[in-house]
């Protein structure tokens, strides 16, 4: 079955008297702060109040306002793989399984079946409803969790082969409160189910803190303004993202253009994933058209996409390519057609497929592909592909803590070295970008705080030399990771990607350095281990994690020679990379050698980027087009 998911036009309700444009720009920016003052209100909730490292340290949840019809009206500072193309998907399916709504009642959601991006992301929905019963808006709050209930202590059980394998606890829109008071039936299977409950149930009050701070200021603004002035500004605001939407495609190119790539090998794929995304962009009419239809049946992996996730990683891609002022919202979401069908890896999964890594890997290559597609369209739009994998350096990892005659369980996901972004046309990558999906919006963990709540030691975390996808602008390079447990054994899950396939660089940039994961045993000797976990590390053994990094955009010898003279006095890359790369002499102080530059980039000169052959014979035959730095860590790497 061949199905176009669009998110239908979310309007607002009632508009000002004589039914016409009801706001000026000036009250329209107004009301738009105080939404977003609503919004970073609830994140804030959040971030103070979460029990797990995921939520307190890393912050890996978000917070949004739909329209009563669910259309997405106001996002924070999320990850956008939360935030985009799912929250009304899950506003629908409450709307479908709850058609009465009524003041106090709370849901847990986290079914990818109904919306949700995968399990592992508790979503609180709170409708906000006025004083004559009538459900004006919702509030979404969702996080990421420790633990979810698998049937292994993971939250990305890549090697499910369906969601009975897999375990998680699924709640397809259930009704956790109701007149404000908890279903105690509800929270005890999940406190039953899950490793560590205290630490579960006091994630659970975070979000549902959150979702009430946001339902509680709306009540409050539409006290101050008026329910019709929000409904009016629900309108108008959806209605001028839509135009910003389309006056930023037609300044684009005009064209049609097919990208692939390919997941590394995996549990259920030994022979990864190939996927492809067609983007056409039509200026005239303002469209953007990304068909995904052509792509593989889903898999028995947890590698599969929920509908949310592919719909959001494609329009991920697009908003990375587009003018970053344009608002994130229903309204332009309306100017991006996104064409899926059932039982595509990248489309819409069907029950009991899994879907448990979908919010990562597939959807970052997804992202990355979309937004190389625009690079290839023109020069100037678009960018590289982003460092993707969930490394052992952001493993879910468990075990039994008995520091100071202890034994207390303990499971979490670290957050201790992120991928390399990608670069664009006119920026380098964002050394701590992570992955396409949480857009830089992830915090790096303090070590310290790390090693306070789980029992283990860090032994390094540095930046990898020469790791970076070579360019006119560079991608970020990889970070290297070690860390071992203290006290007794300690088990990592993680779900890797670029080991095999590295991250593309666009418009004749590089490709960043693969990614690789190895066990240091006690005598210090390394050995390599399988791109997806889990491991079992023993007091004395260590983890060490190179993170992928992200590809490069132009030319490396089209680079700015003083900037990679920088990049090598910054310890980035080494002398040797930048002449053999970026084709740039550094004299014995580091400075450029400008006569030496010149003469060694003029076989190579070009008028721009746009001519950029990769096969041209004239080209240094030891750097290939595809060129992937940056051998698999040992003790000699620099």
């Known amino acids: 079955m061949t199905t176009e998911r669009s998110a239908p036009p979310a309007r607002g309700g009632a508009r000002d008297g004589d039914g016409g444009a009801v706001r000026d720009g000036a009250g329209l920016a107004v009301l738009a702060h105080r939404f977003e003052a609503i919004v970073r209100r609830m994140s804030n909730t959040l971030a103070r109040s979460g029990r797990s490292g995921v939520l307190n340290t890393a912050r890996d949840f978000s917070c949004c306002v739909l329209t009563a019809e669910g259309g997405v009206l106001m996002t924070g500072q999320s990850p956008p793989i939360h935030v985009m193309g799912g929250p009304d998907l899950q506003a629908r399916s409450l709307l479908e399984f709850h058609p009465e709504l009524r003041a106090g009642d709370a849901f847990l959601h986290n079914s990818p079946y109904h919306g949700n991006t995968h399990a592992a992301d508790h979503s609180i929905l709170v409708p906000v409803v006025d004083d004559a019963g009538v459900h004006r808006f919702t509030v979404l709050a969702k996080a990421h969790q420790a633990d979810c209930g698998n049937s292994v202590p993971t939250t990305y059980m890549a090697s499910a082969r369906d969601v009975y394998e897999e375990g998680a606890l699924i ?13 105690a039936d509800i929270l005890r299977m999940c406190e039953m189910r899950i490793r560590v409950p205290h630490q579960w149930r006091g994630d659970y009050l975070a979000i549902l803190g959150s979702a009430r701070i946001g339902e509680q200021s709306l009540l409050r603004l539409a006290e101050e303004v008026g329910w019709d002035a929000l409904d009016s500004f629900a309108h108008d605001w959806l209605d001028y993202g839509e ?133 290839d369209l023109g020069d100037g739009i678009g960018m590289a592909e982003v460092g993707t994998g969930m490394s052992p350096s952001e493993a879910v990892v468990s075990g039994v803590d008995r520091r100071g005659g202890g034994a207390e369980p303990f499971v979490n996901q670290i957050f201790t070295g992120t991928n390399g972004g990608a670069a664009g046309p006119f920026n380098d990558g964002w050394l701590t970008m992570d992955d396409l999906g949480s857009g830089g919006t992830l915090l790096l963990d303090s070590v310290e705080i790390d090693e306070l709540k789980q029992p283990l030691v860090i032994h390094e975390r540095r930046l990898a030399r020469d790791t970076e996808g070579a360019g006119r602008m560079r991608g970020a390079p990889g970070l290297t990771v070690e860390y071992g447990p203290v006290g007794g054994d300690l088990e990592a899950v993680y779900a890797n990607d670029g080991s095999v396939h590295p991250m593309s660089g666009a418009r004749g940039g590089l490709a960043g350095a693969r990614s690789a994961q190895q066990l240091r045993h006690r005598d210090g000797h390394l050995s390599d281990l399988d791109i997806c976990g889990p491991v079992r590390v023993a007091e004395g053994e260590r983890l060490v994690a190179r993170t992928s990094g992200g590809g490069g955009y132009g030319p490396p010898d089209t680079r700015d020679p003083w900037a990679v003279a920088l990049d090598v006095r910054e310890g980035w890359i080494s002398m040797d990379r930048a002449r053999r790369i970026y084709r740039v002499v550094l004299d014995d102080a580091g400075a450029v050698d400008t006569a030496e530059t010149d003469r060694i980039r003029a076989p190579f000169a070009r008028a721009s980027d746009s001519g950029y052959d990769p096969a041209d014979p004239a080209r240094d035959p030891s750097v290939g087009p595809g060129e992937c730095p940056g051998p698999a860590p040992t003790e000699d790497t620099p």
């Open 171 to 183: 709640f397809p829109v259930v009704r956790v409160q109701e007149d404000y008071t908890d279903r």
């Open 243 to 375: 135009s910003r939407m389309a006056a930023a495609i037609a300044g684009l190119p005009a064209g049609e253009t097919t990208v692939t790539t390919r997941h590394d090998p995996f549990p259920g794929v030994p022979d990864g994933v190939p996927i492809s995304a067609k983007v056409a962009v039509d200026p005239a009419r303002g469209m953007i058209d990304i068909d995904l239809r052509d792509n593989p049946d889903c898999v028995p992996s947890g590698l599969n996409l929920s509908e949310a996730s592919s719909r959001t990683a494609a329009l991920i891609g697009v908003f990375n390519s587009i003018d970053h002022t344009v608002p994130h919202n229903q309204g332009s979401f309306r100017r991006v057609r996104v064409h899926l069908r059932e039982n595509c890896v990248v489309g819409i999964p069907r029950h009991p497929v899994s879907c448990s890594v979908a919010t990562t890997n597939l959807a970052n290559r997804l992202g990355n592909i979309v937004q190389r597609a625009f690079a």
